[in-house]
């Protein structure tokens, strides 16, 4: 399943489509998931983050996660994401 729209340009490196594999994020959750450390937990990804964003503006903003949007954060609200290193989040007010 891709997300966007279906001509959308892949990203640079991104490996060809494979739709044995699984449909997009139920494949990344069932390899993630199958992998163990020596404790026998799954692995953390060492790139995962966890962003908060803080309206402090006077108006409503929105919150993209690069060019789709993600929600909507009205004046003094606060939106806590998990997210990737290298990820881009945009806001607009």
């Known amino acids: 399943m891709r997300l966007g729209y279906t001509e959308a340009p892949r990203k640079a490196g991104a490996k060809a489509w494979d739709a044995s594999q699984a449909a997009g994020r139920d494949r990344l959750l069932q390899k993630n998931n199958?992998?163990?450390g020596q404790s026998g937990e799954p692995l953390k990804n060492p790139d995962a983050r966890q962003a908060k964003f803080r309206n402090r503006s006077s108006q409503k903003?929105?919150?993209f996660w690069e060019d789709n949007?993600?929600?909507?954060?009205?004046?003094?609200a606060d939106e806590q994401v998990n997210t990737f290193r290298g990820h881009v989040w945009n806001v607009k007010v």
């Open 69 to 76: 949007f993600f929600t909507e954060l009205p004046r003094g």
């Open 61 to 63: 903003a929105q919150l």
């Open 34 to 36: 199958n992998q163990k």
